[in-house]
């Protein structure tokens, strides 16, 4: 009864405790070669499944959407049990559905936890009923029935691999609810038990999505280590793209990492990151965006302890045409380049305290002076 091996179906491990049938012990060794691999049974339950789906929207025609869930219930078994994976999906899917539609919400959750638990369940058969189920959460009437579904989803596909994509959206949403209830730290909790970055089935700009968020929330709860942690998890060189989401998504992130550059006083890397901002193509088409790039830019690199590498980097930002369009800062970073003693009062105070302290509102200082305690 063997199949090919492209048709081989993932089935959990028999709950300890449950005793088979005759006819479930035959339908297990009939689904398994006795090396262990498995195979798919050549019963094909495809007639049977369309009869009773027929049935069973006859039976919702009449009023009876409990009737017609519970009339599948004796063919899933079947399915499952013979391995059939497409009329065990089309089955599970279907029940759902009739649950969702008949607003049985109870049965509903139920049902969701009841079929995630059966022995010799077909994997792909779940994460299918899961992600359909997923798409109902934002259909659901009220804000308590969307919880109650979520929390269903996220027990029964806790620790399950192949559902761990949607584990982690549902993870999202109430993390999301928690934080606008002022519950930040339970929030940051959450989300970091999502381990997002070993998500094989996971596209990499999601990961990214969820890497950002993870840091946000963790400076959010001024925990700088964390957020340091976590942004190493992230290569830059994802962000090499011209896609508005993904500039968008490098602006964020070099934001975060000013953030936590700013709190360990690391201005050489604040000056590097507002560099990596500077070569967005969103700040470069923005006139104003640009200069005020610039300027924080001169500025941290000037704050920068003196080294090899300040002074290489306080050379090549000289060297920038760019900065002909703010020349007050040009001339200030000349100051410190030129091998000549500066005088504080003279060359510092009298000249360029007004143009860094922002004094007025119409000031053209960048802010860095006012909202440091060490300005």
Request: net charge negative; glycine share 6%; aromatic share 6%.
């Given at each position: 009864m063997a199949g090919d091996k492209g048709d081989a179906v993932m089935v959990d491990p028999v709950e300890v405790?449950?005793?088979?049938?005759?006819?479930?012990?035959?339908?297990?060794?009939?689904?398994?070669?006795?090396?262990?691999?498995?195979?798919?049974?050549?019963?094909?339950?495809?007639?049977?499944?369309?009869?009773?789906?027929?049935?069973?929207?006859?039976?919702?025609?009449?009023?009876?959407?409990?009737?017609?869930?519970?009339?599948?219930?004796?063919?899933?078994?079947?399915?499952?049990?013979?391995?059939?994976?497409?009329?065990?999906?089309?089955?599970l899917r279907h029940m759902v559905k009739l649950c969702f539609e008949g607003q049985l919400w109870d049965l509903l959750c139920d049902t969701i936890m009841s079929y995630s638990k059966k022995r010799l369940l077909i994997k792909v058969a779940i994460a299918k009923m899961v992600r359909d189920c997923c798409e109902m959460v934002e259909k659901m009437p009220t804000e308590e029935l969307r919880m109650k579904l979520i929390d269903t989803l996220r027990t029964v596909t806790a620790g399950k691999i192949y559902v761990e994509v949607e584990r982690a959206r549902l993870t999202q949403l109430v993390v999301k609810k928690l934080?606008?209830?002022?519950?930040?730290?339970?929030?940051?909790?959450?989300?970091?038990?999502l381990q997002v970055e070993t998500y094989g089935s996971?596209?990499?700009?999601?990961?990214?999505?969820?890497?950002?968020?993870?840091?946000?929330?963790?400076?959010?709860?001024?925990?700088?280590?964390?957020?340091?942690?976590?942004?190493?998890?992230?290569?830059?060189?994802?962000?090499?793209?011209?896609?508005?989401?993904?500039?968008?998504?490098?602006l964020k992130y070099y934001e975060l990492m000013i953030r936590i550059a700013l709190n360990d006083r690391s201005y050489l890397d604040i000056c590097k990151h507002y560099r990596a901002v500077f070569d967005t193509n969103k700040i470069n088409q923005d006139p104003t965006k640009s200069k005020e790039t610039l300027k924080r830019i001169i500025i941290y690199c000037i704050l920068a302890p003196y080294d090899n590498e300040q002074w290489d980097l306080m050379n090549r930002v000289a060297g920038q045409r760019e900065l002909e369009s703010v020349p007050?800062?040009?001339?200030?970073?000349?100051?410190?380049?030129n091998q000549e003693l500066i005088s504080w009062k003279g060359a510092i105070l009298n000249t360029y305290e007004k143009l860094l302290r922002r004094v007025t509102s119409s000031s053209t200082a960048t802010g860095v002076f006012d909202s440091n305690p060490d300005g």
């Open positions: 405790g449950e005793e088979r049938t005759d006819i479930e012990e035959l339908a297990h060794l009939a689904a398994q070669g006795g090396d262990g691999r498995l195979f798919k049974m050549e019963i094909d339950y495809k007639e049977q499944v369309d009869e009773a789906i027929q049935k069973a929207n006859d039976m919702v025609a009449k009023g009876n959407s409990a009737g017609a869930v519970e009339s599948l219930a004796q063919l899933e078994k079947l399915t499952r049990l013979g391995s059939d994976m497409h009329s065990n999906t089309r089955i934080e606008s209830e002022g519950r930040t730290n339970e929030a940051c909790d959450m989300l970091l038990e996971m596209q990499i700009q999601e990961k990214v999505e969820y890497l950002l968020e993870q840091m946000r929330l963790s400076l959010a709860r001024s925990d700088f280590v964390r957020a340091s942690i976590i942004s190493k998890k992230i290569n830059v060189k994802f962000f090499n793209s011209d896609k508005d989401e993904i500039q968008d998504m490098k007050d800062y040009k001339t200030l970073l000349n100051l410190f380049i």
